[in-house]
Protein backbone atom coordinates (compact mmCIF):
# COMPACT_ATOMS: atom_id res chain seq x y z
CA UNK A 1 0.00 0.00 0.00
CA UNK A 2 1.60 3.07 -0.83
CA UNK A 3 1.95 5.32 2.11
CA UNK A 4 2.56 9.06 1.06
CA UNK A 5 -1.32 9.43 2.21
CA UNK A 6 -0.15 8.61 6.35
CA UNK A 7 -0.96 11.11 8.59
CA UNK A 8 -3.81 10.52 10.24
CA UNK A 9 -4.83 14.45 10.61
CA UNK A 10 -4.92 15.07 6.93
CA UNK A 11 -8.08 15.02 5.54
CA UNK A 12 -10.19 12.40 3.83
CA UNK A 13 -11.06 14.38 0.81
CA UNK A 14 -9.37 17.57 -0.43
CA UNK A 15 -10.96 18.94 -3.25
CA UNK A 16 -9.53 22.78 -4.67
CA UNK A 17 -10.81 24.84 -7.45
CA UNK A 18 -11.95 21.66 -9.06
CA UNK A 19 -13.17 21.83 -12.65
CA UNK A 20 -15.28 19.96 -15.10
CA UNK A 21 -16.27 21.17 -18.70
CA UNK A 22 -17.92 19.55 -21.47
CA UNK A 23 -17.25 21.61 -24.62
CA UNK A 24 -18.10 25.03 -23.11
CA UNK A 25 -20.60 24.24 -20.19
CA UNK A 26 -19.30 24.04 -16.58
CA UNK A 27 -20.48 21.61 -15.19
CA UNK A 28 -18.55 21.95 -12.00
CA UNK A 29 -16.69 25.16 -11.59
CA UNK A 30 -14.31 25.95 -8.91
CA UNK A 31 -15.51 23.51 -6.30
CA UNK A 32 -13.16 23.41 -2.80
CA UNK A 33 -14.20 21.37 0.07
CA UNK A 34 -12.09 18.99 2.65
CA UNK A 35 -13.59 16.40 4.77
CA UNK A 36 -12.08 15.49 7.49
CA UNK A 37 -11.36 11.53 8.90
CA UNK A 38 -14.18 10.07 10.58
CA UNK A 39 -17.30 13.10 9.51
CA UNK A 40 -20.01 12.56 7.37
CA UNK A 41 -20.27 14.96 4.74
CA UNK A 42 -23.85 15.99 2.98
CA UNK A 43 -23.17 17.33 -0.33
CA UNK A 44 -26.58 18.78 -1.22
CA UNK A 45 -28.05 20.81 -4.35
CA UNK A 46 -30.72 20.41 -6.82
CA UNK A 47 -30.41 18.17 -9.96
CA UNK A 48 -28.00 18.94 -12.65
CA UNK A 49 -26.00 20.75 -9.92
CA UNK A 50 -22.86 18.93 -10.06
CA UNK A 51 -22.97 16.93 -7.50
CA UNK A 52 -22.88 13.23 -9.24
CA UNK A 53 -20.21 14.46 -11.39
CA UNK A 54 -18.11 15.66 -8.18
CA UNK A 55 -18.73 12.55 -6.65
CA UNK A 56 -18.00 10.49 -9.86
CA UNK A 57 -14.34 12.39 -9.77
CA UNK A 58 -13.45 11.69 -6.48
CA UNK A 59 -14.63 8.04 -7.28
CA UNK A 60 -12.40 7.86 -10.20
CA UNK A 61 -14.92 7.44 -12.28
CA UNK A 62 -14.25 10.57 -14.42
CA UNK A 63 -11.56 12.73 -15.24
CA UNK A 64 -11.37 16.65 -14.20
CA UNK A 65 -10.90 19.46 -16.22
CA UNK A 66 -8.57 21.59 -13.65
CA UNK A 67 -8.13 22.01 -9.62
CA UNK A 68 -6.42 19.18 -6.99
CA UNK A 69 -8.47 16.22 -5.99
CA UNK A 70 -7.36 13.96 -3.55
CA UNK A 71 -8.81 11.14 -1.87
CA UNK A 72 -7.45 9.26 0.93
CA UNK A 73 -4.12 10.89 0.07
CA UNK A 74 -4.57 9.84 -3.73
CA UNK A 75 -5.46 11.02 -6.81
CA UNK A 76 -8.05 9.58 -8.19
CA UNK A 77 -7.27 10.05 -11.70
CA UNK A 78 -3.97 7.41 -10.27
CA UNK A 79 -5.83 5.37 -7.94
CA UNK A 80 -5.10 1.96 -8.19
CA UNK A 81 -6.66 -1.39 -6.81
CA UNK A 82 -5.13 -0.62 -3.30
CA UNK A 83 -6.85 2.64 -3.58
CA UNK A 84 -10.07 1.12 -4.55
CA UNK A 85 -9.86 -1.44 -1.67
CA UNK A 86 -10.10 1.31 0.65
CA UNK A 87 -12.87 3.00 -0.60
CA UNK A 88 -16.56 1.72 -0.50
CA UNK A 89 -19.20 3.03 -3.41
CA UNK A 90 -23.24 3.05 -3.87
CA UNK A 91 -23.83 4.44 -6.80
CA UNK A 92 -26.95 6.20 -7.23
CA UNK A 93 -28.67 4.15 -9.71
CA UNK A 94 -28.42 0.13 -10.73
CA UNK A 95 -29.93 -1.89 -13.40
CA UNK A 96 -28.71 -4.90 -12.86
CA UNK A 97 -30.41 -7.96 -13.75
CA UNK A 98 -28.72 -10.02 -10.53
CA UNK A 99 -29.11 -13.77 -11.21
CA UNK A 100 -26.84 -14.29 -7.92
CA UNK A 101 -28.60 -14.79 -4.31
CA UNK A 102 -27.80 -11.52 -1.91
CA UNK A 103 -25.89 -13.92 -0.01
CA UNK A 104 -23.55 -15.30 -3.20
CA UNK A 105 -23.26 -11.62 -4.13
CA UNK A 106 -21.84 -10.16 -0.82
CA UNK A 107 -19.73 -13.73 -0.23
CA UNK A 108 -18.19 -12.93 -4.17
CA UNK A 109 -17.75 -8.95 -3.44
CA UNK A 110 -16.13 -9.84 0.02
CA UNK A 111 -13.58 -11.70 -1.35
CA UNK A 112 -11.81 -8.91 -3.32
CA UNK A 113 -10.95 -6.97 -0.48
CA UNK A 114 -8.28 -7.52 1.83
CA UNK A 115 -10.33 -7.42 5.05
CA UNK A 116 -13.91 -7.43 4.46
CA UNK A 117 -16.97 -7.79 6.97
CA UNK A 118 -18.42 -10.81 7.33
CA UNK A 119 -20.93 -11.30 5.32
CA UNK A 120 -23.79 -12.44 7.40
CA UNK A 121 -23.31 -9.46 9.65
CA UNK A 122 -23.55 -7.09 6.95
CA UNK A 123 -26.84 -8.97 5.99
CA UNK A 124 -27.80 -8.30 9.03
CA UNK A 125 -27.32 -5.03 8.88
CA UNK A 126 -29.19 -4.10 6.00
CA UNK A 127 -31.97 -5.99 7.47
CA UNK A 128 -32.56 -8.85 4.62
CA UNK A 129 -31.48 -11.55 6.39
CA UNK A 130 -34.96 -13.62 5.12
CA UNK A 131 -34.19 -12.64 1.46
CA UNK A 132 -30.23 -13.69 1.78
CA UNK A 133 -30.88 -16.60 -0.71
CA UNK A 134 -33.22 -15.10 -2.76
CA UNK A 135 -31.91 -13.88 -6.71
CA UNK A 136 -31.17 -10.17 -6.55
CA UNK A 137 -33.68 -9.94 -9.69
CA UNK A 138 -36.47 -11.19 -7.09
CA UNK A 139 -36.04 -8.55 -5.07
CA UNK A 140 -38.04 -5.29 -4.88
CA UNK A 141 -36.41 -1.59 -5.69
CA UNK A 142 -35.90 -1.27 -1.79
CA UNK A 143 -34.37 -3.96 -1.34
CA UNK A 144 -32.07 -3.78 -4.35
CA UNK A 145 -31.35 -0.45 -3.07
CA UNK A 146 -30.18 -2.41 0.28
CA UNK A 147 -27.97 -4.83 -0.85
CA UNK A 148 -26.24 -1.93 -3.13
CA UNK A 149 -25.34 -0.62 0.44
CA UNK A 150 -24.57 -3.76 1.67
CA UNK A 151 -21.94 -4.37 -1.16
CA UNK A 152 -20.64 -0.66 -0.60
CA UNK A 153 -19.76 -1.91 3.29
CA UNK A 154 -18.52 -5.29 2.64
CA UNK A 155 -15.13 -4.31 2.07
CA UNK A 156 -15.07 -2.15 5.58
CA UNK A 157 -14.08 1.11 3.65
CA UNK A 158 -12.07 3.97 5.44
CA UNK A 159 -14.53 6.35 2.84
CA UNK A 160 -17.76 5.71 1.68
CA UNK A 161 -19.40 7.45 -1.20
CA UNK A 162 -23.23 6.88 -0.56
CA UNK A 163 -24.86 8.91 -3.97
CA UNK A 164 -28.95 9.08 -2.91
CA UNK A 165 -28.27 5.81 -1.06
CA UNK A 166 -31.65 5.59 0.02
CA UNK A 167 -34.34 6.45 -2.80
CA UNK A 168 -36.98 3.77 -3.23
CA UNK A 169 -36.74 3.01 0.91
CA UNK A 170 -39.93 3.22 2.82
CA UNK A 171 -40.07 5.31 6.29
CA UNK A 172 -39.17 2.05 8.00
CA UNK A 173 -36.38 1.05 6.21
CA UNK A 174 -34.63 4.66 5.72
CA UNK A 175 -34.88 4.86 9.68
CA UNK A 176 -32.93 1.48 9.65
CA UNK A 177 -30.74 2.93 7.32
CA UNK A 178 -29.92 5.80 9.48
CA UNK A 179 -29.10 3.45 12.28
CA UNK A 180 -26.63 1.65 10.23
CA UNK A 181 -24.92 4.64 9.18
CA UNK A 182 -24.22 6.01 12.53
CA UNK A 183 -22.95 2.84 13.74
CA UNK A 184 -20.47 2.81 10.18
CA UNK A 185 -19.72 6.41 11.88
CA UNK A 186 -18.67 5.18 15.30
CA UNK A 187 -16.44 2.84 13.58
CA UNK A 188 -14.51 5.79 12.46
CA UNK A 189 -15.93 5.52 8.62
CA UNK A 190 -15.42 8.95 7.18
CA UNK A 191 -18.50 9.31 4.79
CA UNK A 192 -19.85 11.55 2.16
CA UNK A 193 -23.18 11.75 1.47
CA UNK A 194 -25.95 13.10 -1.37
CA UNK A 195 -29.23 12.93 -0.56
CA UNK A 196 -33.05 14.40 -1.44
CA UNK A 197 -34.11 13.90 1.71
CA UNK A 198 -32.78 16.98 3.82
CA UNK A 199 -33.89 15.50 6.83
CA UNK A 200 -31.94 13.05 6.03
CA UNK A 201 -29.08 15.19 5.88
CA UNK A 202 -29.40 16.91 9.31
CA UNK A 203 -29.48 13.40 10.64
CA UNK A 204 -26.44 11.83 9.67
CA UNK A 205 -24.11 14.36 8.40
CA UNK A 206 -22.19 16.67 10.49
CA UNK A 207 -21.30 19.27 8.24
CA UNK A 208 -22.76 19.98 4.52
CA UNK A 209 -21.80 21.66 1.32
CA UNK A 210 -24.44 22.79 -1.52
CA UNK A 211 -24.19 23.30 -4.57
CA UNK A 212 -25.59 25.17 -7.28
CA UNK A 213 -25.20 25.47 -10.96
CA UNK A 214 -21.59 23.96 -10.24
CA UNK A 215 -20.72 26.14 -7.69
CA UNK A 216 -20.31 25.30 -3.87
CA UNK A 217 -22.94 28.09 -2.77
CA UNK A 218 -22.51 27.67 0.89
CA UNK A 219 -20.56 25.30 3.53
CA UNK A 220 -20.61 24.56 6.96
CA UNK A 221 -21.50 22.64 9.99
CA UNK A 222 -24.88 21.11 9.42
CA UNK A 223 -26.62 23.43 12.48
CA UNK A 224 -25.20 26.39 10.89
CA UNK A 225 -25.33 26.32 7.39
CA UNK A 226 -26.92 29.33 5.78
CA UNK A 227 -25.93 31.78 8.98
CA UNK A 228 -27.67 32.64 12.11
CA UNK A 229 -30.22 34.80 10.22
CA UNK A 230 -31.68 32.48 8.44
CA UNK A 231 -32.59 30.02 11.65
CA UNK A 232 -34.38 32.96 13.63
CA UNK A 233 -37.24 30.75 14.85
CA UNK A 234 -40.74 32.43 13.33
CA UNK A 235 -43.72 32.45 15.30
CA UNK A 236 -47.12 32.46 13.99
CA UNK A 237 -50.27 32.84 15.27
CA UNK A 238 -53.93 34.19 14.49
CA UNK A 239 -54.56 38.33 16.09
CA UNK A 240 -58.32 39.23 17.49
CA UNK A 241 -59.46 39.73 14.08
CA UNK A 242 -58.62 35.65 12.57
CA UNK A 243 -56.01 36.96 10.50
CA UNK A 244 -53.07 34.69 10.23
CA UNK A 245 -50.04 36.72 11.69
CA UNK A 246 -45.72 35.98 11.73
CA UNK A 247 -42.81 37.33 13.48
CA UNK A 248 -39.54 36.18 13.61
CA UNK A 249 -38.05 36.94 17.05
CA UNK A 250 -34.24 35.50 18.67
CA UNK A 251 -36.60 35.68 22.03
CA UNK A 252 -39.81 33.69 20.75
CA UNK A 253 -40.38 32.81 24.38
CA UNK A 254 -40.83 36.76 25.21
CA UNK A 255 -42.62 37.72 21.74
CA UNK A 256 -45.64 34.84 23.01
CA UNK A 257 -45.80 36.10 26.13
CA UNK A 258 -45.69 39.68 24.32
CA UNK A 259 -48.53 38.40 22.34
CA UNK A 260 -50.39 37.06 25.10
CA UNK A 261 -50.52 40.05 26.91
CA UNK A 262 -51.95 42.14 23.85
CA UNK A 263 -54.50 39.55 22.91
CA UNK A 264 -55.75 39.33 26.94
CA UNK A 265 -55.82 35.75 26.52
CA UNK A 266 -54.35 32.06 24.55
CA UNK A 267 -53.59 33.41 20.74
CA UNK A 268 -55.21 31.22 18.58
CA UNK A 269 -53.55 28.72 16.78
CA UNK A 270 -50.19 29.48 18.27
CA UNK A 271 -46.90 27.62 16.62
CA UNK A 272 -42.90 28.54 17.43
CA UNK A 273 -41.19 27.17 14.44
CA UNK A 274 -37.73 26.60 14.07
CA UNK A 275 -36.56 26.36 10.14
CA UNK A 276 -35.65 23.13 9.26
CA UNK A 277 -32.51 22.09 7.20
CA UNK A 278 -34.99 22.03 4.10
CA UNK A 279 -36.52 25.62 4.53
CA UNK A 280 -32.71 27.08 4.93
CA UNK A 281 -31.44 24.78 1.86
CA UNK A 282 -34.33 26.29 -0.39
CA UNK A 283 -33.25 29.81 0.60
CA UNK A 284 -29.78 29.39 -0.46
CA UNK A 285 -31.05 27.74 -3.69
CA UNK A 286 -33.89 30.30 -4.56
CA UNK A 287 -31.46 32.78 -4.01
CA UNK A 288 -28.71 31.15 -5.87
CA UNK A 289 -31.38 30.92 -8.92
CA UNK A 290 -32.18 34.79 -8.50
CA UNK A 291 -28.20 35.72 -8.37
CA UNK A 292 -27.79 34.13 -11.49
CA UNK A 293 -30.83 34.40 -13.27
CA UNK A 294 -31.52 37.88 -11.73
CA UNK A 295 -30.11 41.72 -12.08
CA UNK A 296 -28.38 43.34 -10.07
CA UNK A 297 -31.22 43.75 -7.51
CA UNK A 298 -31.69 40.32 -6.63
CA UNK A 299 -27.91 39.53 -6.93
CA UNK A 300 -27.54 41.69 -3.72
CA UNK A 301 -29.48 39.34 -1.69
CA UNK A 302 -27.82 37.68 0.48
CA UNK A 303 -28.83 34.02 1.26
CA UNK A 304 -29.71 34.68 4.47
CA UNK A 305 -32.21 37.46 4.11
CA UNK A 306 -33.71 35.67 1.23
CA UNK A 307 -34.66 32.65 3.76
CA UNK A 308 -36.13 35.29 6.23
CA UNK A 309 -38.05 37.18 3.65
CA UNK A 310 -39.67 34.40 2.54
CA UNK A 311 -40.33 32.84 5.92
CA UNK A 312 -42.10 36.17 7.00
CA UNK A 313 -44.46 36.23 4.16
CA UNK B 1 -19.45 -5.76 13.60
CA UNK B 2 -15.75 -5.40 15.00
CA UNK B 3 -14.31 -1.99 15.66
CA UNK B 4 -12.00 -0.18 12.56
CA UNK B 5 -9.49 2.42 13.30
CA UNK B 6 -7.43 4.57 11.10
CA UNK B 7 -4.67 2.19 11.60
CA UNK B 8 -5.57 -0.26 9.67
CA UNK B 9 -3.43 -3.51 9.39
CA UNK B 10 -1.68 -4.05 5.60
CA UNK B 11 -2.93 -7.01 4.99
CA UNK B 12 -2.72 -8.22 0.98
CA UNK B 13 -5.48 -8.33 -1.56
CA UNK B 14 -6.27 -11.73 -2.87
CA UNK B 15 -4.23 -12.82 -5.88
CA UNK B 16 -5.43 -11.89 -9.31
CA UNK B 17 -5.14 -15.79 -10.07
CA UNK B 18 -7.27 -16.32 -6.75
CA UNK B 19 -9.96 -13.84 -7.87
CA UNK B 20 -9.94 -15.17 -11.03
CA UNK B 21 -10.81 -18.56 -10.18
CA UNK B 22 -13.50 -17.11 -8.15
CA UNK B 23 -14.76 -14.80 -11.03
CA UNK B 24 -15.01 -18.37 -13.39
CA UNK B 25 -17.58 -20.24 -10.49
CA UNK B 26 -19.13 -16.96 -10.99
CA UNK B 27 -19.79 -16.88 -14.25
CA UNK B 28 -20.54 -20.05 -14.85
CA UNK B 29 -23.17 -20.04 -11.92
CA UNK B 30 -24.45 -17.16 -13.95
CA UNK B 31 -24.53 -18.51 -17.19
CA UNK B 32 -26.56 -21.40 -16.07
CA UNK B 33 -28.91 -19.19 -14.38
CA UNK B 34 -29.66 -17.22 -17.54
CA UNK B 35 -32.05 -18.63 -20.02
CA UNK B 36 -31.08 -16.92 -23.04
CA UNK B 37 -27.44 -18.42 -22.65
CA UNK B 38 -28.41 -21.88 -21.86
CA UNK B 39 -30.99 -22.02 -24.95
CA UNK B 40 -29.67 -19.41 -28.01
CA UNK B 41 -25.77 -20.42 -27.15
CA UNK B 42 -25.72 -23.98 -25.16
CA UNK B 43 -28.08 -26.26 -26.41
CA UNK B 44 -28.29 -24.46 -29.50
CA UNK B 45 -26.01 -26.67 -31.21
CA UNK B 46 -27.53 -29.67 -29.76
CA UNK B 47 -30.98 -28.69 -31.08
CA UNK B 48 -29.49 -28.43 -34.93
CA UNK B 49 -27.77 -31.34 -34.48
CA UNK B 50 -30.61 -32.77 -33.87
CA UNK B 51 -32.90 -31.33 -36.52
CA UNK B 52 -30.15 -31.99 -38.98
CA UNK B 53 -30.02 -35.40 -38.04
CA UNK B 54 -33.84 -36.28 -37.92
CA UNK B 55 -34.62 -33.53 -41.20
CA UNK B 56 -31.97 -35.47 -43.29
CA UNK B 57 -31.87 -38.80 -42.15
CA UNK B 58 -34.14 -40.03 -45.19
CA UNK B 59 -31.08 -38.64 -47.76
CA UNK B 60 -29.12 -41.71 -47.24
CA UNK B 61 -25.29 -41.37 -46.47
CA UNK B 62 -22.60 -38.81 -47.39
CA UNK B 63 -19.85 -39.82 -49.54
CA UNK B 64 -20.39 -43.18 -50.46
CA UNK B 65 -18.16 -44.29 -53.23
CA UNK B 66 -19.44 -45.72 -56.63
CA UNK B 67 -19.23 -49.12 -55.53
CA UNK B 68 -21.91 -48.77 -52.29
CA UNK B 69 -19.44 -48.82 -49.94
CA UNK B 70 -17.91 -45.89 -47.42
CA UNK B 71 -19.73 -43.27 -46.67
CA UNK B 72 -21.03 -41.49 -43.13
CA UNK B 73 -24.85 -40.73 -41.79
CA UNK B 74 -25.63 -36.72 -42.50
CA UNK B 75 -25.61 -36.84 -38.91
CA UNK B 76 -22.00 -37.81 -38.66
CA UNK B 77 -20.77 -35.22 -41.27
CA UNK B 78 -22.77 -32.09 -39.69
CA UNK B 79 -21.06 -33.18 -36.06
CA UNK B 80 -17.98 -31.63 -36.44
CA UNK B 81 -19.50 -28.52 -38.19
CA UNK B 82 -22.00 -28.37 -34.39
CA UNK B 83 -19.29 -28.63 -32.45
CA UNK B 84 -17.39 -25.56 -34.29
CA UNK B 85 -20.54 -23.45 -33.94
CA UNK B 86 -20.73 -24.13 -30.43
CA UNK B 87 -17.26 -22.66 -29.83
CA UNK B 88 -18.15 -20.09 -31.74
CA UNK B 89 -21.33 -19.08 -30.02
CA UNK B 90 -19.93 -19.94 -26.73
CA UNK B 91 -17.06 -17.70 -27.08
CA UNK B 92 -18.25 -14.59 -29.54
CA UNK B 93 -21.86 -14.53 -29.25
CA UNK B 94 -22.17 -14.85 -25.63
CA UNK B 95 -19.75 -12.95 -24.21
CA UNK B 96 -20.02 -10.01 -26.74
CA UNK B 97 -24.00 -10.16 -25.46
CA UNK B 98 -23.29 -10.84 -22.26
CA UNK B 99 -20.34 -8.13 -21.69
CA UNK B 100 -22.41 -5.38 -23.81
CA UNK B 101 -25.09 -6.34 -21.57
CA UNK B 102 -22.95 -6.01 -18.26
CA UNK B 103 -21.55 -2.53 -19.59
CA UNK B 104 -25.34 -1.03 -20.35
CA UNK B 105 -26.76 -2.44 -16.59
CA UNK B 106 -24.47 -1.01 -14.84
CA UNK B 107 -22.47 -4.40 -13.70
CA UNK B 108 -19.25 -3.18 -14.88
CA UNK B 109 -19.17 0.12 -13.48
CA UNK B 110 -19.48 -0.98 -9.98
CA UNK B 111 -17.14 -3.60 -10.42
CA UNK B 112 -14.89 -0.89 -12.02
CA UNK B 113 -15.39 0.62 -8.41
CA UNK B 114 -14.38 -2.13 -6.34
CA UNK B 115 -10.03 -3.76 -6.34
CA UNK B 116 -11.36 -6.72 -8.92
CA UNK B 117 -8.65 -5.87 -11.31
CA UNK B 118 -9.67 -6.39 -15.46
CA UNK B 119 -7.47 -9.17 -15.66
CA UNK B 120 -9.21 -11.48 -12.98
CA UNK B 121 -12.47 -10.13 -14.89
CA UNK B 122 -10.52 -11.53 -17.96
CA UNK B 123 -9.59 -15.05 -16.50
CA UNK B 124 -13.87 -15.44 -15.39
CA UNK B 125 -14.97 -14.80 -18.65
CA UNK B 126 -12.46 -16.44 -20.70
CA UNK B 127 -13.20 -19.27 -17.84
CA UNK B 128 -16.55 -19.33 -18.47
CA UNK B 129 -16.43 -19.61 -22.19
CA UNK B 130 -14.10 -22.73 -21.54
CA UNK B 131 -15.78 -24.28 -18.98
CA UNK B 132 -19.67 -23.88 -20.11
CA UNK B 133 -17.89 -25.00 -23.99
CA UNK B 134 -15.99 -27.90 -23.01
CA UNK B 135 -19.85 -29.01 -21.07
CA UNK B 136 -21.42 -27.94 -24.74
CA UNK B 137 -19.00 -30.42 -26.70
CA UNK B 138 -19.81 -33.07 -24.16
CA UNK B 139 -23.35 -33.19 -24.60
CA UNK B 140 -22.77 -33.04 -28.24
CA UNK B 141 -20.67 -35.75 -28.54
CA UNK B 142 -22.62 -37.81 -25.67
CA UNK B 143 -26.11 -37.15 -28.54
CA UNK B 144 -24.48 -37.94 -31.14
CA UNK B 145 -23.54 -41.16 -29.91
CA UNK B 146 -26.26 -41.94 -27.76
CA UNK B 147 -29.18 -40.85 -29.38
CA UNK B 148 -28.43 -40.86 -33.49
CA UNK B 149 -25.53 -43.67 -33.07
CA UNK B 150 -22.31 -41.58 -34.44
CA UNK B 151 -19.29 -43.17 -34.30
CA UNK B 152 -16.73 -41.36 -32.72
CA UNK B 153 -12.62 -41.81 -33.59
CA UNK B 154 -11.06 -44.18 -31.65
CA UNK B 155 -7.44 -43.24 -32.23
CA UNK B 156 -5.39 -41.16 -29.42
CA UNK B 157 -4.15 -38.92 -32.20
CA UNK B 158 -7.45 -37.55 -33.14
CA UNK B 159 -8.18 -36.79 -29.77
CA UNK B 160 -5.14 -35.10 -29.64
CA UNK B 161 -6.00 -32.66 -32.39
CA UNK B 162 -9.47 -32.47 -31.20
CA UNK B 163 -8.21 -31.25 -27.90
CA UNK B 164 -5.38 -28.22 -29.48
CA UNK B 165 -8.01 -27.60 -31.72
CA UNK B 166 -10.91 -27.07 -28.74
CA UNK B 167 -9.16 -25.37 -26.84
CA UNK B 168 -7.19 -22.95 -29.32
CA UNK B 169 -10.94 -21.93 -30.97
CA UNK B 170 -12.98 -21.88 -27.70
CA UNK B 171 -10.31 -19.30 -25.85
CA UNK B 172 -10.01 -17.40 -29.93
CA UNK B 173 -13.21 -17.19 -29.67
CA UNK B 174 -13.81 -15.78 -25.99
CA UNK B 175 -10.94 -12.76 -26.74
CA UNK B 176 -12.84 -11.93 -30.06
CA UNK B 177 -16.24 -11.67 -27.95
CA UNK B 178 -14.82 -9.34 -25.69
CA UNK B 179 -13.28 -7.42 -28.32
CA UNK B 180 -16.69 -7.37 -30.25
CA UNK B 181 -18.64 -6.35 -26.90
CA UNK B 182 -17.32 -3.02 -27.31
CA UNK B 183 -19.15 -2.12 -30.57
CA UNK B 184 -22.42 -2.56 -29.67
CA UNK B 185 -23.97 1.28 -28.02
CA UNK B 186 -26.17 -0.43 -25.73
CA UNK B 187 -26.84 -3.77 -24.10
CA UNK B 188 -30.31 -4.06 -25.79
CA UNK B 189 -29.01 -3.43 -29.32
CA UNK B 190 -25.70 -6.32 -28.58
CA UNK B 191 -27.89 -8.99 -30.04
CA UNK B 192 -28.93 -6.96 -33.10
CA UNK B 193 -25.15 -6.44 -33.41
CA UNK B 194 -23.84 -9.87 -33.21
CA UNK B 195 -26.16 -12.60 -34.09
CA UNK B 196 -26.10 -11.31 -37.78
CA UNK B 197 -22.14 -11.75 -37.75
CA UNK B 198 -21.97 -15.06 -36.12
CA UNK B 199 -24.75 -16.59 -38.31
CA UNK B 200 -23.50 -15.40 -41.70
CA UNK B 201 -20.41 -16.74 -40.22
CA UNK B 202 -21.51 -20.02 -39.47
CA UNK B 203 -23.25 -20.36 -42.94
CA UNK B 204 -20.15 -19.34 -45.21
CA UNK B 205 -17.92 -21.47 -43.11
CA UNK B 206 -19.49 -24.65 -43.62
CA UNK B 207 -21.38 -25.37 -40.21
CA UNK B 208 -25.05 -25.83 -42.26
CA UNK B 209 -23.59 -25.86 -45.63
CA UNK B 210 -21.44 -29.03 -47.14
CA UNK B 211 -18.21 -26.57 -47.40
CA UNK B 212 -16.68 -28.10 -50.71
CA UNK B 213 -20.01 -27.25 -52.71
CA UNK B 214 -20.02 -23.52 -51.71
CA UNK B 215 -19.15 -21.14 -54.27
CA UNK B 216 -15.16 -20.31 -54.48
CA UNK B 217 -15.58 -16.81 -53.61
CA UNK B 218 -17.81 -17.48 -50.63
CA UNK B 219 -15.02 -19.90 -49.38
CA UNK B 220 -12.56 -17.29 -49.85
CA UNK B 221 -14.10 -15.01 -47.82
CA UNK B 222 -15.23 -17.51 -44.81
CA UNK B 223 -11.40 -18.52 -45.09
CA UNK B 224 -10.55 -15.05 -43.81
CA UNK B 225 -12.37 -15.45 -40.62
CA UNK B 226 -11.79 -18.28 -37.74
CA UNK B 227 -14.86 -20.35 -37.92
CA UNK B 228 -14.18 -22.04 -41.34
CA UNK B 229 -10.63 -23.20 -39.66
CA UNK B 230 -12.11 -24.40 -36.49
CA UNK B 231 -14.74 -26.36 -38.63
CA UNK B 232 -12.40 -27.66 -40.61
CA UNK B 233 -9.82 -29.03 -37.66
CA UNK B 234 -13.10 -30.66 -36.43
CA UNK B 235 -13.90 -32.46 -39.44
CA UNK B 236 -9.71 -33.84 -39.69
CA UNK B 237 -11.00 -34.99 -35.91
CA UNK B 238 -14.64 -36.77 -36.96
CA UNK B 239 -14.86 -37.31 -40.63
CA UNK B 240 -12.50 -40.48 -41.91
CA UNK B 241 -9.66 -40.25 -43.64
CA UNK B 242 -11.13 -40.72 -47.30
CA UNK B 243 -13.38 -36.81 -47.18
CA UNK B 244 -9.93 -35.31 -46.81
CA UNK B 245 -9.90 -34.84 -50.39
CA UNK B 246 -13.15 -33.05 -50.41
CA UNK B 247 -11.27 -29.82 -49.01
CA UNK B 248 -11.14 -27.35 -51.10
CA UNK B 249 -6.92 -27.66 -50.90
CA UNK B 250 -7.63 -31.59 -50.83
CA UNK B 251 -6.21 -31.56 -47.49
CA UNK B 252 -6.93 -30.70 -43.89
CA UNK B 253 -4.46 -28.21 -43.54
CA UNK B 254 -3.86 -28.44 -39.57
CA UNK B 255 -0.82 -26.51 -39.28
CA UNK B 256 -2.91 -23.77 -41.68
CA UNK B 257 -5.34 -24.24 -38.75
CA UNK B 258 -3.24 -23.73 -35.86
CA UNK B 259 -1.52 -20.58 -38.01
CA UNK B 260 -5.06 -18.79 -38.14
CA UNK B 261 -6.46 -19.27 -34.79
CA UNK B 262 -3.40 -17.87 -33.09
CA UNK B 263 -3.42 -15.10 -35.31
CA UNK B 264 -6.91 -14.37 -34.86
CA UNK B 265 -6.22 -14.98 -30.72
CA UNK B 266 -3.66 -12.51 -30.94
CA UNK B 267 -5.87 -9.97 -32.89
CA UNK B 268 -8.86 -10.87 -30.18
CA UNK B 269 -5.64 -9.79 -27.16
CA UNK B 270 -4.73 -6.66 -28.62
CA UNK B 271 -8.27 -5.45 -29.41
CA UNK B 272 -9.83 -6.71 -25.81
CA UNK B 273 -7.16 -4.65 -24.01
CA UNK B 274 -7.18 -1.89 -26.35
CA UNK B 275 -11.03 -1.63 -26.26
CA UNK B 276 -12.35 -2.79 -22.79
CA UNK B 277 -13.13 -0.25 -20.30
CA UNK B 278 -15.05 -0.55 -16.76
CA UNK B 279 -17.16 2.63 -18.12
CA UNK B 280 -17.48 4.58 -21.38
CA UNK B 281 -15.18 7.18 -21.58
CA UNK B 282 -17.19 10.25 -20.51
CA UNK B 283 -16.10 13.77 -23.13
Given at each position: ??????????????????????????????????????????????????????????????TRSGGDVS??????????????????????????????????????????????????????????????????????????????????????????????????????????????????????????????????????????????????????????????????????????????????????????????????????????????????????????????????????????????????? | ?????????????????????????????????????????????????????????????????????????????????????????????????DIAGEKSD??????????????????????????????????????????????????????????????????????????????????????????????????????????????????????????????????????????????????????????????????????????????????
Amino acid sequence: MTTRNATPNDPVVRVRGLEKRYGDLAAVDGVSFDIERGETFALLGPNGAGKSTTIEILEGYRTRSGGDVSVLGIDPTRGGLDWKSRLGIVLQSTGETGNATVVEQLRHFAGFYPNPRSVDEVIAAVGLQAKAKTRISKLSGGQRRRVDVALGIIGRPELLFLDEPTTGFDPESRRDFWTLIRQLKAEGTSILLTTHYLDEAAQLSDRAGVIAGGTLIEIGAIDEIGGADARVPVVRWRDASGAPRSVQSEHPAATVAAITAELGGEPRELEVIRPSLEDIYLGLVKAHDAASTGGAAAASATPSTATSQEVRS
Amino acid sequence: MSTVTAERPTIARPGVVALGISRIGYEVRSYFRSPDAVFFTFLFPVIMLGIFTSAFSASGNIGTAPDGTGGISVGAYYLPGMIAAGMLLSGVQNLAVDIAGEKSDGTLKRLGGTPLSPTAYFIGKIGQTLVTGTLQVGLLLAVAVFAFGIALPTEPAAWGTFAWVFLLGIITSALLGIALSAVPRSGRSATAVVIPIVLVLQFISGVYLQFNQLPEWMQNVASLFPLKWMAQGMRAVFLPESFEALEPSGAWDLGLVALVLVGWLVVGLVLSRLTFRWIRRDA
